[in-house]
């Protein structure tokens, strides 16, 4: 049925542009280039019928639903990079100025400890952020703080890159780097997941970590097998591809070079009339 209406459809709009004239075409174009040059022309009467199927089609547009973005967590409870943009990362000023408060900071980093709504949560610490940066006084511990919200909201490429700030702050971070860690295993990124848990640990061990740590050395190890393996293949196809073209230039230098005439010099055999020298016999 579905394929009879879709063909049905088919033959009515063939049956329409066929009832124009390239003449009636070339007037649609001329329309619209005028158009798209004074978009005022569409007040005129004679092209309300154009204002009112641009101004529908304008409403089926905002009526679109926005694709919502996949947080769902696979099987291996990894997920997809969010979309989203990423959190103002302030920098620290030169030097704090001397009517400087110390307070806000430390203000926005309560409230937002206390609030229980992740998003609120979230502008409050970047709020503290820029009360840091303000002050010259920004701190790997404060950045940590956020990249942990982040990732409860399921931004585990925002919370990284928050890390990655923390660590060069201080790259002894065991908090950053355990978050890291756990960002990275969420997008199912085990080699860096494992490299950052494994700091983490020997910084500040944590026994509830454990667990998490194991599983991804183990696919990290997987992964680190396959890469060899993947390697291994392409040195061996990439000796495989140099002996084959060796032995091709071998074949075409050999069919380049012209065969040798056949047998040795010629009149071989000797020196001509050979045989001793003329009326030999001895003296």
Not at 257 to 270: A, E, I, K, L
Request: charged share 35%; aromatic share 2%; net charge negative.
């Amino acid at each position: 049925e579905e394929v009879a209406l879709a063909s049905s459809r088919a033959k009515k709009t063939e049956a329409t542009l066929m009832s124009y004239t390239a003449a009636d075409v070339r007037g649609c174009e001329a329309v619209i280039a005028a158009v798209k040059a004074d978009p005022e022309l569409l007040e005129s009467a004679e092209l309300s019928f154009l204002k009112k199927w641009k101004d529908g089609v304008d409403d089926e547009e905002e009526e679109k639903p926005e694709e919502e973005e996949e947080t769902e967590e696979r099987e291996d409870g990894t997920m997809a990079k969010e979309k989203a943009a990423f959190p103002v990362l302030p920098v620290n000023v030169a030097e704090a100025p001397e009517d400087a408060d110390w307070t806000v900071a430390s203000e926005k980093k309560s409230l937002a400890a206390a609030e229980p709504d992740l998003v609120k949560a979230l502008a409050l610490l970047t709020e503290a952020l820029e009360a840091e940066a303000a002050t010259a006084s920004l701190s790997a511990s404060s950045i940590a703080k956020r990249a942990d919200v982040l990732l409860k909201l399921k931004r585990p490429a925002a919370a990284i890159r928050d890390c990655d700030a923390a660590v060069k702050i201080n790259p002894d971070s065991a908090k950053a780097l355990k978050l890291r860690g756990k960002a990275h295993r969420l997008l199912g990124n085990w080699k860096q997941a494992n490299l950052d848990l494994a700091a983490a640990q020997k910084i500040d061990f944590d026994p509830d970590l454990k667990d998490l740590c194991d599983f991804v050395k183990e696919k990290a190890a997987t992964v680190a097998s396959a890469e060899r393996e993947a390697q291994r293949k392409a040195d061996v196809d990439k000796r495989k591809a140099a002996a084959a073209a060796k032995r091709r230039q071998e074949q075409e230098k050999a069919a380049a070079t012209p065969p040798s005439p056949p047998g040795g010099m010629p009149g071989g055999g000797g020196m001509p009339g050979g045989g001793g020298m003329p009326g030999g016999g001895g003296m």
